[in-house]
Nanobody, 123 residues
Framework: QVQLVESGGGLVQTGGSLRLSCAAS????????MAWYRQAPGKQREMVAS???????NYADSVQGRFTISRDNAKTTVWLQMNSLKPEDTAVYSC?????????????????WGQGTQVTVSS
């Protein structure tokens, strides 16, 4: 019923920029938190950035100052602007969201994940 779809990944040179987007669809009552995670080969998944319903953002130390997360509550979309990219940023980036959704006659809160989009930064 509810799904997240990411886009915007690709190949970019060191120092370049990419803008990822994540669109949520379905019977969504409200967006509590949206976030971006990434996982590189052989590495554990890590949180890159998150943003709350109050537009408070949080970033991993490794991307602080280079990445910016933003959201449009009305459009249920979150973006991740990635600047000054480094080879270490190469990973599959996934959108995650804590959403309050309609489920039949009930309203409940669940966590949802997108399918992921590949970001590759070449040296």
């Amino acid at each position: 019923q509810v799904q997240l779809v990411e886009s915007g990944g690709g190949l970019v040179q060191t120092g370049g920029s990419l803008r990822l987007s994540c669109a949520a669809s379905g019977s969504i009552f409200g967006i509590n938190t949206m976030a971006w995670y990434r996982q590189a080969p052989g590495k554990q998944r890590e949180m890159v950035a998150s943003i709350t319903s109050g537009s408070n953002s949080n970033y991993a130390d490794s991307v602080q100052g280079r990445f910016t997360i933003s959201r449009d509550n009305a459009k249920t979309t979150v973006w991740l602007q990635m600047n000054s990219l480094k080879p270490e940023d190469t990973a599959v980036y996934s959108c995650a969201a804590r959403l309050t959704v309609y489920s039949g006659t009930k309203i409940l809160t669940n966590d949802y994940w997108g399918q992921g989009t590949q970001v590759t930064v070449s040296s």
